[in-house]
Structure formats: structure tokens, C-alpha cells
């Protein structure tokens, strides 16, 4: 069991760019959450899919943020136009039933 | 919205010696919430320490526990003797699971570390 993988682990933006991040589920999983730690805002519930279909994005941005699970291995995290103030580090988990989510090791994206 | 409350840190504590890091939560939005300690060991991701899904019962893990207490709305975890190897950031959490959310709601982390 690889555990949830995501990439990349390390990003490096430009002002006005975009940015996707990927996440790879524990297979067998049938829900995956995706999070964002900063240290002023601590850690940040972003959206939920629940079997490939989204279920909560009460913590998504309005603008600019997106978030897809195409398929049950793989969901995927765009930002378009980054600023400075989407650098954090972005955690993706997995759960078989959302009693216990298995975490990623996130991707650390810095917006210069 | 709901809340969570937790211990500043850091908390430096010696070996063998007591731990106690304090937590307290609102859940303003979930009616029967769930509580969860998260850990972050040195160089690993987030992972779970222990849960109680029920108001009134204790959770235990590697000689770690915490009572859900709905009347002071507290979770804390609880350690009688710490090692060097707890030195890690405590995260505590709070969920509902089957809802129509299992997203958690975290407090701010509480950084420990165990001197030998």
C-alpha cells in the first residue's frame, strides 16, 4: 500500500500562472478531501468528493479554484491565476468509509 | 462556524513526565460531532492518533487517550509518561461523519517536543 501519493511535491508558480496539483487515492478508496495549510490560517477544509461525484466545496474559493475527480485513481486541484496568498501546502486524503483519512504528503506551492 | 481550540504550543515537556495538551470545540453546524487527534511525527504526513465518534467514551492509542466530553465541549489528549519519540505536532479535529460532509475542522496544532 503506497499510501495517497501526490505531485508534485514541490511547485513553483509566477504571478498570474496556473497550477495543478494531482492526487492519487488510496485505491479502494471511495472519498477524498482536499486541504490547504497555511501558518496564519492553520489547516483548511477545501472540497469532498464522495465515489468520483463532489459532495461539499464549501471551502473553495470562489474564484479561480477547481477541483475534478475524473476517475476513482486520480483527482486533480487547479488554480488558475495564482496570487501570493494561495502559497501553502495542499493535502490531499483518502478514506474507505470518512471515519479515518489517510493523508498525502501534500505539495508545497510557492507563488512568487 | 464551527471551531476548534487547542493548546498554543510549543510545549516542551521531559521524558517519563505527565502530558496533557487541552481541547476544546464548537460545533455550531453538526449535531452529534466527532472528535480526532491527528499527528505530524518529524519528516511524516498527518495521520490518525485516535477518535471517539461518541459523546461520553474514551479513545486510546499508543498510550494516549482522550475522553469526548460534551457538557465542557473538551477532547484532550492525555499521556501518563511521554518518550522522546512523541516529539510531533498535535492536531485536533472535528467531524461528522455520515453526513453529508466528512470534512474535519482542525485547531491550530500544538508543537511537542520530549527532551531525553
Known amino acids: 500500500n503506497a499510501g495517497v501519493i501526490q505531485t508534485p511535491r514541490h511547485k513553483v508558480t509566477g504571478k498570474g500562472q496556473e497550477a495543478t496539483l494531482w492526487c492519487e487515492p488510496i485505491?479502494?478508496?471511495?472519498?477524498v478531501f482536499w486541504y490547504r495549510q497555511t501558518i496564519v490560517q492553520g489547516l483548511e477544509f477545501l472540497t469532498y468528493f464522495r465515489n468520483q461525484a463532489p459532495i461539499d466545496d464549501s471551502g473553495m474559493p470562489k474564484e479561480r479554484f477547481s477541483a475534478q475527480m475524473p476517475n476513482q485513481s486520480h483527482s486533480t486541484l487547479k488554480i488558475q491565476s495564482t496570487q501570493p496568498q494561495d502559497s501553502a501546502v495542499y493535502l490531499c486524503?483518502?478514506?474507505?468509509?470518512?471515519?479515518?483519512?489517510?493523508f498525502g504528503p501534500g505539495t508545497r506551492l510557492t507563488v512568487l | 462556524g464551527d471551531s476548534v481550540t487547542q493548546t498554543e504550543g510549543p510545549v516542551t515537556v521531559s521524558e517519563s513526565e505527565s502530558l496533557i495538551i487541552n481541547c476544546t470545540y464548537s460545533?455550531?453546524?453538526?449535531?452529534?460531532?466527532?472528535l480526532f487527534w491527528y499527528v505530524r511525527y518529524p519528516g511524516e504526513g498527518l495521520q490518525l492518533l485516535l477518535k471517539?465518534?461518541?459523546?461520553?467514551q474514551k479513545g486510546s492509542s499508543r498510550g494516549f487517550e482522550a475522553t469526548y466530553n460534551k457538557e465542557t465541549t473538551s477532547f484532550h489528549l492525555q499521556k501518563a509518561s511521554v518518550q522522546e519519540s512523541d516529539s510531533a505536532v498535535y492536531y485536533c479535529a472535528l467531524g461528522a461523519i455520515n453526513t453529508n460532509t466528512g470534512k474535519l475542522t482542525f485547531g491550530d496544532g500544538t508543537v511537542l517536543t520530549v527532551k531525553p
Open positions: 460545533a455550531t453546524s453538526i449535531a452529534y460531532p466527532n
Open positions: 485505491s479502494g478508496h471511495s472519498a
Open positions: 471517539v465518534i461518541t459523546a461520553g
Open positions: 486524503a483518502s478514506s474507505p468509509d470518512s471515519y479515518e483519512q489517510y
